[in-house]
Antibody, heavy 124, light 112 residues
Framework: EVQLLESGGGLVQAGGSLRLSCAAS????????MTWVRQAPGKGLEWVSG????????YYADSVKGRFTISRDNSKNTLYLQMNSLRAEDTAAYYC?????????????????WGRGTLVTVSS | SALTQPASVSGSPGQSITISCTGT?????????VSWYQHHPGKAPKLMIY???NRPSGVSNRFSGSKSGNMASLTISGLQAEDEADYYC?????????????FGGGTKLTVL
């Protein structure tokens, strides 16, 4: 059974940093790309970042480019999101999601399993 | 939001409803990578349709997807109370050399 468990959320002041983690199990982690998706209070889903199965290719939404860094440790089956220079508008539930293929640009580009999310609150 | 969905739809048990999702030739119209997700607040979103019209194992055949040009659709037939949730479309998108996964703003389905 595929399981994704996010952690690392919390309350942080504007300008601060947080690192989110996503522990994965139930599948061969290195064979799949992974993504982060967020949902601000009362808003819809917003894709944040993605990374290929090997970690060699990374992608970011314009809203976080230059401030957030996605990475993965395939030996620990763990996905990370380092968030710097946080802003009030980054307040959201952050979900980790598995992509249906090793690549973000070819294959089964869908998010077939999701975690339950971790809440990040940025106070101004 | 990058993709346009109606904010809400409703239907009675047993009826059918359709949710539309409109994009551009750089996303919905240009790739067969449209997905639909069901989200009950406080829970993990669930994949319902991928690659426009494919159902993952375990998803009821009451859910179906289609696409024409820049618009995709999700149809739920034989509505049941448990279908009440938020539904999001998404698509792979590419422009100016960068890629992204785009989402619609979400549609709240109410089962009357």
């Amino acid at each position: 059974e595929v399981q994704l468990l996010e952690s690392g959320g919390g309350l942080v002041q504007a300008g601060g940093s947080l690192r989110l983690s996503c522990a994965a199990s139930g599948f061969t982690f290195s064979s799949y790309a992974m993504t982060w998706v967020r949902q601000a209070p009362g808003k819809g889903l917003e894709w944040v970042s993605g990374i290929s199965g090997t970690g060699g290719s990374t992608y970011y939404a314009d809203s976080v480019k230059g401030r957030f860094t996605i990475s993965r440790d395939n030996s620990k089956n763990t996905l990370y999101l380092q968030m710097n220079s946080l802003r009030a508008e980054d307040t959201a539930a952050y979900y980790c999601a598995k992509v249906g293929s090793i690549s973000m640009v070819r294959g089964v580009i869908t998010l077939d399993y999701w975690g339950r999310g971790t809440l990040v609150t940025v106070s101004s | 939001s990058a993709l346009t969905q109606p904010a809400s739809v409703s239907g009675s048990p047993g009826q059918s409803i359709t949710i539309s999702c409109t994009g551009t030739s750089n996303d919905v119209g240009g790739y067969d990578y449209v997905s639909w997700y069901q989200h009950h607040p406080g829970k993990a979103p669930k994949l319902m349709i991928y690659a426009v019209s494919n159902r993952p194992s375990g998803v009821s055949n009451r859910f179906s997807g289609s696409k024409s040009g820049n618009m995709a659709s999700l149809t739920i037939s034989g509505l049941q109370a448990e279908d009440e949730a938020d539904y999001y479309c998404s698509s792979f998108g590419s422009s100016y050399g960068s890629i992204s996964i785009l989402f619609g703003g979400g549609t709240k389905l109410t089962v009357l």
